[in-house]
C-alpha cells in the first residue's frame, strides 16, 4: 500500500501544478469566481478556494467561510469535465464552393486543419465527476463509432481526484457507488487532512503516470498511520450522506411506475428549463445545425449541446413524440437511473447533487425516487 501513496504538504501541492505545466499540460480547476466554484485555467496553488465551504439543498447554493485552511471542502462545482471533453458547440463539417469549378467541397477535418487539441490536466476532480467520466467514454469511446473529436481530447488528459471528506445535503454518491472515494480511472487520487492551521494530503497513484508525477514532487511516503486515517474520513463522508437512490432496483421500478400519478405531480413544478441537464455530469444530448455564409459560397455542420426537456429535442416528421412536460421529465428521470443500465451495465446518474442543486423549482431526485419506488413496493405487493 504505502509504495504507492505520498504525504503531501502545501508546497508539494504546489509543485504538482508546476510540473504540469512544465510538460506541456494546460492545468484546469477549481477556483472562487463571482458566488460559485467554476473550474478554469489553474496558475498556482494560491489560487485554489481555501477556506471555502459550500451550503447546498433543492434550488440553493451559496459558498460559505470556513474556520480551517481545507482547499477542497466545496463539494461538487457547477462545472464537470463535458464542458472540456464534449464541448458545448463544435464545428464538425466545414464545405465550400470552389474557385474554378463552382463545385461544393468538403474540407478537410477540423482536426486536421488546426494546432493539436489541447493536453489538460484536470486537478481537484470529485470522485462523482471522474465516474461521470466513465459514463460519457461508454458513449463516446465504446461501440463500432467513436467521437474523434472527445477521443482526440480525452486521450492524454490527466485526472487528479480529491475523495471526499465531507459531504454536502445533496451528496448521494455512496448509494450510486461513485464516491465518496476515487474507485479506479485516476493517475492520482489526493485526500485532504487538516489540523489547526496544518494542512496534509495523501497522495495515491492511480497510474504510472500518477507515480511519475508525484515521485517528482519529492514527497515522502504515507505513514500506514496516515493512510487509514483518510480512508476513515472518507468512510465517514458516506455514512453521513442522507439522500440515496436504490439504482439497482430502478429498472423494474420505472417499469412498474410508468403511469404513476407522481409524474403530473412533478410536471407541475417542473420548468422544463433544462438547468438538471446542462449541470449534469453525464448528459450529452445534442441538436444539430447547419449555416451558410450569407453569400453562399460556404457552410457548415455544427453539434450544439441540447436537453431532452425542449420539446423539440424529441421532434420527427409530424411533431415532437413528448408533447409533455410530465412525459419528458419521466424519460429524463428514467434514462439516468434505469434505461442506462440496459444499454451501459450502469447507472446514468453519479449521486452528485447538481441536478438537485440547480433546480430552480428544487426537484429532488432521489426524492422523486423514493416516492416511485415506494408507491411501486405497495402496489406489488396488493
Avoid at 505520498?6 to 484546469?28: C, D, M, T
Avoid at 466554484?37 to 489553474?42: A, D, S, V
Avoid at 464545405?95 to 463552382?102: E, L, Q, Y
Amino acid at each position: 500500500m504505502r509504495d504507492k501513496a505520498w504525504r503531501l504538504g502545501p508546497e508539494h501541492l504546489g509543485r504538482l501544478i508546476s510540473l504540469l505545466a512544465e510538460q506541456g499540460y494546460e492545468v484546469l480547476g477549481p477556483r472562487i469566481e463571482g458566488a460559485a466554484i467554476r473550474w478554469g485555467p489553474l496558475g498556482s496553488l494560491d489560487e485554489l478556494p481555501a477556506g471555502v465551504g459550500v451550503d447546498s439543498s433543492p434550488g440553493h447554493y451559496r459558498l460559505r467561510e470556513c474556520a480551517g485552511p481545507e482547499r477542497f471542502a466545496w463539494g461538487p462545482s457547477p462545472d464537470s469535465l463535458k464542458r472540456w471533453l464534449h464541448v458545448p458547440e463544435e464545428r464538425f463539417v466545414h464545405a465550400a464552393k470552389d474557385k474554378d469549378t463552382g463545385a461544393f467541397q468538403i474540407l478537410p477535418d477540423v482536426l486536421a486543419e488546426g494546432p493539436p487539441p489541447a493536453r489538460f490536466a484536470f486537478f481537484g476532480l470529485r470522485p462523482c465527476d471522474l465516474a461521470a467520466l466513465g459514463r460519457l467514454d461508454c458513449v463516446f469511446l465504446q461501440g463500432p463509432y467513436v467521437e474523434e473529436h472527445y477521443a482526440a481530447r480525452r486521450r492524454e488528459a490527466v485526472l487528479i481526484v480529491v475523495n471526499c471528506t465531507t459531504a454536502l445535503d445533496t451528496c448521494f454518491c455512496a448509494s450510486m457507488e461513485c464516491g465518496p472515494s476515487a474507485r479506479a480511472g485516476h493517475d492520482i487520487a489526493l485526500t485532504e487532512r487538516s489540523s489547526g492551521e496544518t494542512v496534509t494530503y495523501l497522495a495515491e497513484a492511480g497510474s504510472s503516470r500518477g507515480a511519475a508525477l508525484l515521485d517528482a514532487t519529492a514527497a515522502p511516503r504515507a505513514e500506514a498511520g496516515f493512510i487509514a486515517e483518510c480512508r476513515e474520513a472518507c468512510k465517514q463522508a458516506g455514512s453521513a450522506q442522507q439522500r440515496h437512490a436504490d439504482w439497482r432496483t430502478a429498472p423494474a421500478v420505472m417499469l412498474r411506475s410508468f403511469d404513476h400519478p407522481r409524474w403530473e405531480q412533478t410536471a407541475r413544478r417542473c420548468l422544463a428549463c433544462g438547468n438538471c441537464t446542462l449541470a449534469c455530469p453525464t448528459c450529452f444530448c445534442v441538436n444539430t445545425i447547419e449555416q451558410t455564409a450569407i453569400d453562399g459560397r460556404s457552410g457548415e455542420r455544427s453539434r450544439l449541446w441540447d436537453s431532452c426537456f425542449t420539446q423539440n429535442f424529441s421532434y420527427i416528421h409530424g411533431g415532437s413524440v413528448r408533447t409533455s412536460v410530465k412525459s419528458r421529465y419521466r424519460q429524463w428521470l428514467g434514462h439516468k437511473l434505469a434505461w442506462w443500465q440496459q444499454q451501459f451495465g450502469t447507472p446514468g446518474c453519479t449521486g452528485c447533487g447538481r441536478c438537485i442543486v440547480w433546480c430552480p423549482a428544487g426537484i429532488d431526485i432521489t426524492e422523486e425516487y423514493a416516492s416511485l419506488a415506494g408507491a411501486t413496493k405497495e402496489g406489488a405487493g396488493a
